[in-house]
């Protein structure tokens, strides 16, 4: 069998070696809780407090608006319930994308349920909201606009900066959920204009089991996990001092790589889109004229099914634009919000390269997916 290629980075990273180092010297060292006052939970609470002002400063934050979770979903999920709780009072109408991630997604349909009003600002063919929707979509209710900053399908940056302009001369908080976008393109929050932001550990060659919720100071919160009061009463439970330095220690690494990582991810990226392109004509891009993030190369081959085109890549990691259910596939709801028929969308993969991405890997990869679509449209044709 051939060797096994990963391009799967926006669905998980694998650790980076400082991170490991960073963390697994915290697992040896350092056991004391960090609440404890004695010198054993000082130690603890040194690591924790030095990882929040790594995470804070890869983002142009201050370290005291840096709450640590358990990941993206908890993140996204505190977002939405925090500023919601802290705010029925005023109003119950949230206004998020078509497209954004289940964790913000399923949170409002929750909230729907419970008699709250959602309004979900449609993308254009290409996957991109207009700012002026997020505005028009703004009611005398509205508590809380979120909207993504980049689309973990097709890599599709959002202009989070102009929808937050519209929903700050309303008065309300903004959040984005920057799981994809964090290490792999600036993400500051003064320029985004966000009051929270989302973080993902495992995104950014962190572990599975960590992230963080940026929360601007001032910004109306409940916390979503209560307990005895721990990061200022905003995320209770015992702060995970490993993970938490993993975290830090990500963030930084990203801080210091971004440029040379960027200019790596896409040249990988483009190789591969090239040489698709080139070999197959029909391929479809999808997202391909908007501004997307560098690794992403989300697309599709007409006249295959995604599964079984999966299915014949000999090792290659990959995810496609579709999902299969007892049997049955069903189309990716971000493309469908796109408008792409679902026989283009139940044909798409989605290829994410990484920093350890290699121009052989890609060649390899492009040899193989250019093969397994030939093969299948030859079956499909005879």
Not at 142 to 153: I, K, P, Q, Y
């Amino acid at each position: 069998m051939p060797q096994p290629i990963y391009l799967d980075y926006n669905a998980s990273t694998p650790l980076a070696p400082e991170v490991l180092d960073a963390m697994t010297a915290v697992f040896r060292d350092v056991h004391g809780n960090a609440l404890s006052t004695h010198a054993f939970g000082a130690a603890a609470r040194d690591v924790v407090e030095r990882a929040r002002s790594e995470v804070a400063a890869t983002i142009g934050a201050s370290a005291d608006e840096i709450v640590f979770t358990s990941g993206g979903t908890e993140s996204n999920n505190a977002a939405v319930y925090g500023v919601a709780e802290a705010l029925a009072s005023r109003g119950r109408h949230i206004v998020i994308t078509a497209i954004e991630h289940a964790s913000i997604e399923q949170c409002c349909q929750v909230l729907e349920r419970r008699g709250w009003a959602v309004s979900r600002v449609p993308v254009d063919p290409q996957g991109q909201i207009d700012p002026r929707s997020v505005e028009v979509a703004i009611r005398p209710d509205t508590v809380l606009v979120s909207v993504m900053h980049a689309n973990n399908e097709t890599g599709v940056i959002q202009p989070v900066a102009a929808a937050a302009r519209a929903a700050h001369a309303a008065g309300i908080p903004v959040h984005t959920d920057a799981a994809q976008s964090m290490g792999k393109i600036k993400v500051d929050v003064a320029e985004l204009d966000a009051d929270l932001l989302t973080i993902a550990g495992h995104k950014l060659y962190a572990p599975q089991g960590v992230g963080a919720l940026y929360l601007k100071r001032g910004t109306p919160f409940e916390p979503l996990v209560r307990g005895a009061g721990h990061q200022a009463n905003r995320r209770s439970g015992t702060e995970n001092v490993a993970l938490s330095a993993a975290l830090g220690t990500a963030c930084a690494l990203a801080g210091r790589e971004l440029e040379l990582r960027r200019s790596h991810l896409q040249a990988m990226r483009d190789r591969l889109e090239t040489r698709l392109r080139s070999a197959l004509p029909s391929l479809v891009v999808h997202g391909g004229g908007a501004p997307r993030l560098p690794n992403t190369l989300y697309a599709a081959f007409p006249g295959c099914d995604a599964q079984e085109l999966l299915s014949r890549l000999d090792g290659v990691a990959t995810g496609s634009g579709a999902a299969c259910h007892s049997g049955k596939t069903t189309p990716s709801k971000v493309l469908l919000a796109m408008g792409v028929r679902p026989e283009i969308a139940t044909a798409t993969l989605r290829l994410t390269t990484g920093r350890g991405t290699t121009e052989a890997e890609i060649d390899a990869v492009a040899e193989r997916l250019v093969a397994a679509v030939k093969a299948l449209i030859a079956e499909s044709t005879t």
